[in-house]
């Protein structure tokens, strides 16, 4: 299930976005609508990012520090999965200068379980 939606963990929900294989132009549309659906929600939630066999071009990494920056005060806890290997650097390198603090995990389930804590 690639694209976005609300789903039930341990009681409480979380806004699922799986990126998973995507390539730059559906990421980018994904990510627009994710973000407008997190506004029209409007209000705190969990957020999940799957970004498994995905590479962050230059616009991706543009396009999610502004989703972030968007939706920074309805967001309680972000998590993603699929950062591995040289993704993992400049995903570390990425919180650090977009103030974004999701936590990278090995896998949705560990994710998920993190988020409802």
């Known amino acids: 299930m690639a694209g976005y939606s609300l789903i039930n963990h341990k009681g409480k929900e979380i806004l699922y976005v799986d990126y998973t294989g995507m390539g730059k132009d559906e990421i980018l549309k994904v990510m627009d609508d994710a973000t ?15 970004m498994t066999d995905v590479f962050a071009v230059k616009e991706v990494v543009e396009k999610a520090k502004e989703s972030g920056k968007t939706t920074n005060h309805l967001t309680i806890k972000r998590a993603a999965v699929g950062i591995t290997g040289a993704k993992k650097v400049l995903f570390n390198a990425f919180n650090r200068f977009s103030g ?8 949705v389930d560990d994710a998920k379980d993190w988020l409802v804590i």
């Open 36 to 50: 407008a659906y997190a506004l029209e929600l409007n209000r705190p939630m969990l957020r999940l990012s799957n």
């Open 100 to 107: 974004n603090n999701t936590r990278a995990f090995d896998s």
